[in-house]
């Protein structure tokens, strides 16, 4: 973790980088909802104690918040991952019209070759979509400089501003070195007046400026031309934006390029000429020219989509990127190579061995979703699923969800598949869905499961965090981003406020009840939800009782491998004569019971039992 | 060449401690003054997956991820991790291995089978190949856990970095309660022959 102030130079991720950026840019307010690559961001940002932080229930939230803290005068901020920014895009193309009166910048990270998403969209279409200038640093240090910039940009051109992260800037670190905090407009909060109204809140009380920030048509009319015009001017800055750099050597190859691409490519081809994108949107179209007529052969080298290339193009300038760069997946040093050299780095020489198992992800052993999946699987239904630890309920052995697309989806995939049977997927169909998923965006479509009359079972996997980001509060857990007790939802309160009648409670850990009472809920023809509860292993809020490993008795165990259906890392398979007999990690079995409940032959015991 | 870049390419499994092994070796050479760049993924890439880490550093240092075949050092934490890398490693590489296995889901379940001799291979290939027994070394410091701490004092002794950075290092990435014993681990680590 960095310390504030006490070193000039640290070894910074780019997540922390933005954090410490924000800080010296004198940001007020920053909102988020959690997502990788962008989460150590607000994670960071909080030991600045000058900036109110807070973890949104989803990223439409964070970028309202950001905005109206922007119109209130004062510097803000909001992240995302690259999906998150579909959730917020509603707000956001409509803050590009109304521009802003503090800086507003938004983060957006996205995941090439999608390390931890569901697809690898290119954010930086969402910049030239919305008519947003957008940033995108390099490493960490620019990272942090970037943000500066961002917000200065936006109080210059009245607009928010993007940057854009990828996984590798986010993630990896360098050095970095800090500097003293700006003397900015933190200054929004704070300022009190005699009547107790902020001093500062009076010029936008007095001024609230309607016809910029109420996007009524006529208003939204008179704002639209004020955007054409503004991409204009932030062209002809483009140009003269000496962070869109010029590297001039041997000029018998020049590529453009941002981002960490251009480490990669200046990894590979050192000696090379580069135009170093900084502002990746709106381009600077007359240094292009130049640097193009420079060169002998031009390569655009960017990830995922050819953004670049096909404006490039588009200014009939001949450049190389995507018949030799590949569109999909991330890019390396080699893929610089192997695009402009034909240089193959991989070596070719025989393997020690030629299959190698592979090792995907798993849920952690005493994970609460394993048992309800057991039970799903076990029900044989149709399972919607939702974006969370669980759904890595789709990999074997479980293999029990069935659908994954995007943050809330599964409730309305189940719904959708009760109508197309015309309301009689009862009994064949359930949603699954994480605590802090259906807080994001679970939470209309039970509501429309109710208004139309649909007969699904949602199951809230209730394990009090959003576990697959790394443990964060929501609106659920009872505390906020800084870790201050708050009020946590009520799930049942709140789907009985939808107009949910059936609502039932079950243990996770209870292999028997849970399947009664699934079984009951999934079968009636009618809305329902469970709520399965029990914390995440690895919560850190609750004291989770420390229960004593389970171990195979050896002499019981008939080696029927029912056990191993689960998929537990602790539990693993010893193949012996004349009988394969099941055995349990004990540095790994967390106690949670459900391997025990399964075994025909009571063979599973705990330990402290068996002496 | 005078900017020569090392790459340290650092594997294992998710909960083995990797991540912060290579923040220990990060921090350090920053400290001894040298530009460094490190880099793994969060999220769903960990849970118990494959999980690895690039260390670069040098005087200046571009790529954050080592180029295929720039791999100096081989860093593993797991014996099958160790034979994922072959295809990027640079020739005649330094292959430091700690001696564990940790079984994928399909070796548990029974449906495949975890390589044997992994490590007698390994000699046979790589002559700088070397077996350490982290584990025996964390143990013998006083805590099990300070495995990766122990594992990385053995890499220490590969690399020319003040014995100084190492425990100014340790000190800050570790919680101060923790600091004496893995400072010990790393010391019996750096002490193991090379």
């Given at each position: 973790m960095p310390k504030k102030n006490t070193k000039k130079k640290v070894l910074l991720s780019g997540n922390e980088a933005i954090a410490r950026g924000a800080f010296e840019a004198g940001v007020s307010v920053a909102s988020a909802y959690p997502g990788t690559p962008s989460t150590e961001i607000l994670e960071n940002i909080i030991q600045y104690k000058e900036i109110y932080a807070e973890w949104a229930p989803n990223e439409k939230v964070a970028l309202e918040v950001a905005t109206g803290a922007a119109i209130a005068g004062a510097r803000a901020l909001a992240t995302m991952k690259h999906v998150g920014v579909n959730v917020a895009a509603d707000p956001l193309f409509t803050a590009s019209y109304t521009g802003v009166r503090g800086g507003l910048v938004i983060v957006t990270a996205d995941d090439p070759d999608m390390h931890s998403s569901q697809n690898e969209q290119d954010n930086r279409n969402y910049a030239k979509f919305s008519k947003i200038p957008m940033l995108e640093p390099a490493d960490s240090q620019e990272a942090k400089e970037y943000v500066r910039i961002a917000f200065e940009l936006s109080e210059q051109f009245d607009t928010p501003v993007f940057i854009r992260l990828t996984t590798r800037t986010s993630h990896a670190k360098s050095v970095v070195t800090l500097e003293k905090p700006s003397v900015h407009a933190r200054n929004v909060i704070g300022m009190q007046s005699k009547n107790g109204?902020?001093?500062?809140f009076g010029s936008f009380l007095i001024h609230p400026q309607r016809s910029k920030f109420v996007m009524l048509p006529q208003n939204a009319r008179a704002r639209h031309p004020f955007v054409e015009e503004r991409l204009k001017k932030l062209g002809d800055y483009a140009d003269a934006f000496e962070r869109n750099e010029m590297i001039m050597q041997d000029t018998s190859c020049g590529i453009i390029t941002s981002g960490v691409s251009y480490h990669y490519a200046r990894e590979s081809f050192p000696e090379a000429s580069f135009l170093k994108l900084?502002?990746?949107?709106?381009?600077p179209v007359e240094k292009i020219r130049r640097f193009a007529s420079q060169v002998k052969k031009l390569y655009v080298f960017e990830e995922l989509d050819p953004f670049f290339e096909d404006q490039i193009k588009a200014l009939g300038i001949e450049v190389t990127g995507k018949s030799v760069f590949p569109i999909c997946g991330e890019f390396s040093p080699s893929v610089a190579a192997l695009g402009i050299a034909g240089i193959q780095d991989r070596r070719s020489e025989q393997p020690l061995v030629e299959y190698l198992p592979p090792r995907p992800p798993n849920m952690c052993p005493g994970c609460p979703h394993r048992g309800i999946f057991y039970t799903l699987k076990k029900m044989n239904v149709f399972v919607a699923g939702d974006i969370g630890c669980y759904t890595l309920g789709a990999l074997p052995p479980l293999k029990t969800l069935d659908t994954c697309i995007c943050m809330g989806g599964g409730i309305g995939h189940a719904q959708g598949i009760d109508k197309a049977l015309r309301n009689k997927a009862s009994g064949t169909t359930v949603a699954v869905i994480g605590d802090s998923t259906f807080l994001h965006s679970g939470i209309t479509g039970l509501l429309n499961i109710v208004y139309n009359r649909g007969t699904s079972t949602v199951i809230i996997l209730d394990n009090r965090t959003t576990a697959m980001t790394g443990r964060q509060e929501h609106p659920g857990t009872g505390y906020t981003l800084q870790g201050q007790e708050t009020k946590a939802i009520n799930y049942r309160t709140l789907c009985a406020a939808l107009g949910v009648e059936h609502i039932r409670t079950v243990d996770s850990y209870n292999l028997k009840e849970a399947e009664q009472i699934i079984r009951e809920e999934v079968n009636r023809p009618e809305p329902s939800v469970v709520i399965a509860e029990r914390p995440c292993k690895l919560y850190r809020r609750i004291k989770q009782p420390v229960t004593a490993p389970y171990l195979v008795k050896e002499d019981v165990c008939k080696g029927c491998k029912d056990c191993l259906l689960i998929g537990c890392p602790a539990l693993q398979w010893k193949t012996q004569q004349p009988v394969g007999k099941a055995f349990i990690n004990q540095a790994l079995c967390a106690g949670c019971s459900i391997c025990s409940q399964l075994c025909p032959v009571d063979a599973i015991v705990r330990t402290e039992e068996n002496e | 060449m005078n900017n020569a870049i090392k790459n340290i390419l650092m594997a294992g499994v998710g909960g083995q401690g990797v991540i912060l092994a290579s923040e220990i070796v990060a921090e350090a050479v920053m400290l001894a003054g040298l530009d460094v760049k490190k880099s793994e993924v969060h999220g769903m890439a960990q849970r118990g997956g494959s999980v690895t880490s690039h260390v670069c550093f040098g005087e200046k240092v571009y790529s954050p991820i080592i180029r295929d075949g720039e791999v100096d050092i081989l860093f593993s934490f797991e014996l099958l991790e160790t034979l994922r890398f072959q295809s990027v490693l640079k020739d005649d590489p330094v292959i430091l291995v700690n001696q564990q296995k940790i079984l994928p889901p399909s070796v548990i379940l029974g449906r495949d089978i975890y390589p044997e001799n992994i490590a007698e291979m390994l000699k046979e290939r790589y002559p700088r190949f070397k077996l350490i027994n982290a584990q025996a070394l964390a143990l013998q410091a006083g805590n099990a856990r300070a495995v990766n701490v122990a594992f990385v004092g053995a890499l220490s002794r590969y690399l020319k970095i003040p014995e100084s950075c190492w425990h100014e290092a340790i000190e800050t990435m570790l919680p101060a309660k923790l600091v004496k014993v893995n400072l010990k681990a790393f010391t019996l680590g750096r002490e193991t022959p090379q």
């Open positions: 109204r902020a001093a500062v900084a502002l990746v949107y709106p381009l | -």
